[in-house]
């Protein structure tokens, strides 16, 4: 089992920045993949990036330049750093960890931080 605590979200103006962590409860060394997704009310939930075991990252056309996700293993979290922000990106953030199992592997979610961009 894996639990995700994300923290970090808030109120910002468009053309601000925020950066979200998402801690995990144990080491994230070997999880196949981390990554952060987003829904806005009314919407899908949409992938923002993800970053793999060996550090390679993608990204959604949305965010490119204006995102960064990140992950420090000796600190068991991964993080996203938003900057530009605009107010289209208003959206419950999440974040996920793929890890294997014996019969697979097993997407963990954690409950979100909340992200308002105001114009």
């Known amino acids: 089992q894996v639990q995700l605590v994300e923290s970090g979200g808030g109120l910002v103006h468009a053309g601000g920045s925020l950066r979200l962590s998402c801690a995990a409860s144990?080491?994230?060394?070997?999880?196949?993949?981390l990554g952060w997704s987003r829904q806005a009310p009314g919407k899908q939930r949409d992938l923002v990036a993800t970053?793999?075991?060996?550090?390679?990252?993608n990204y959604a056309d949305s965010v490119k330049g204006r995102f960064t996700i990140s992950r420090d293993n000796t600190e068991n979290t991964v993080y996203l750093q938003m900057n530009s922000l605009k107010p289209e990106d208003t959206a419950v953030y999440s974040c996920?960890?793929?890890?294997?199992?014996?019969?697979?592997?097993?997407?963990?979610w954690g409950r979100g931080t909340q992200v308002t961009v105001s114009s």
């Open positions: 144990r080491s994230i060394f070997s999880f196949n993949a």
């Open positions: 970053i793999s075991k060996g550090g390679y990252t």
């Open positions: 996920n960890a793929v890890v294997s199992t014996s019969s697979g592997a097993t997407n963990y």
